[in-house]
């Protein structure tokens, strides 16, 4: 992370781009770092309990 900034960088193995899950999973992982509600409801279940790291 940048301290000059408020932004992250996610590197992403590369490889595999015919797996639509690896895709779900950095589309989820971004919207939670963005809290984009609407789509982390999107992929998440309400059963889902969380922990604050």
Request: charge should be negative.
């Amino acid at each position: 992370m940048n301290s000059s900034s408020n932004e992250m960088e996610l590197i992403i193995p590369k490889g595999c781009d015919n797996a639509p899950r690896k895709q779900i999973l950095i589309d989820f992982t971004v919207a939670i770092i963005k809290q984009q509600n609407d789509i982390i409801k999107e992929f998440a279940d309400e059963a889902i309990i969380w922990y604050q790291l």
